[in-house]
């Protein structure tokens, strides 16, 4: 992989380059990523999962459109377990996908920092979960997610970054990241891996 020679550059995220190898994907239907992201926020992996299976069965298993969205009962989005704060983020998303006529088309041909500048337009929607969109979704090999605690936790760990302030550790981090160009992704996708595995 192209992007594994350049990160290599990099002496101590080099060894982490040698657990596996990504590959970027875009995936369909964006609105629904970022729906399931809102459903995700501030709860574990395992619980977010049951959560946005029990969403989807709404809909008989299958990814709904952003109309039917939009046309679901309050009620019965309180039933599988949102609050009512998520159940407005997630009709919002639906309505300003509508309104603003969006497509996968449009999002995939626009730069991550407009992608960011629309999307967090959405009340609920903040930039770190346009972020993960922008990684997970839409394909983007060089987005940086310095508000991302795993993140953090991992560079304070492997750099042994020393700080006394968040605002001294983003630009600690932002200043490290600015090497890995163009391929910032991949680079948290390593270390994300590196820190749930444990050591190289």
């Known amino acids: 992989m192209s992007y594994k020679s350049h990160l290599k550059k990099d002496s101590k995220l080099a060894p982490l380059l040698a657990m596996d190898t990504h590959l970027l994907k875009r995936r369909k239907n964006t609105p629904i990523r970022l729906i399931a992201s809102i459903i995700s926020q501030q709860l574990s992996t395992k619980v977010a999962k049951i959560i946005f299976e ?32 998520k159940i407005g983020y997630v009709k919002n998303v639906a309505k300003f996908f509508i309104e603003n006529d969006l497509t996968d088309k449009k ?11 629309l999307l967090v337009q959405i009340k609920g929607v903040g930039k770190w979960t346009v972020e993960m969109l922008l990684m ?14 795993g993140i953090q936790q991992a560079m304070i760990k492997l750099y042994r970054f020393k700080y006394s302030t968040k605002k001294e550790l983003q630009s600690k981090m932002l200043a490290k ?7 910032k992704t991949y680079a948290c996708l390593h270390l994300w891996n590196w820190k749930d595995g444990g050591a190289v």
């Open 107 to 117: 999002l995939y041909q626009m730069s991550p920092e407009e992608v960011i500048d």
């Open 177 to 183: 990241a600015k090497s890995w160009e163009p391929y």
């Open 136 to 149: 997970f979704s839409l394909g983007h090999e060089n987005v940086f997610a310095v508000d991302d605690l």
């Open 54 to 85: 029990r969403f989807l069965a709404i809909y008989e298993k299958k990814e709904p459109s952003c109309q039917q969205v939009i046309d679901t009962r309050e009620d019965q989005l309180r039933a599988i377990g949102l609050s009512f704060s």
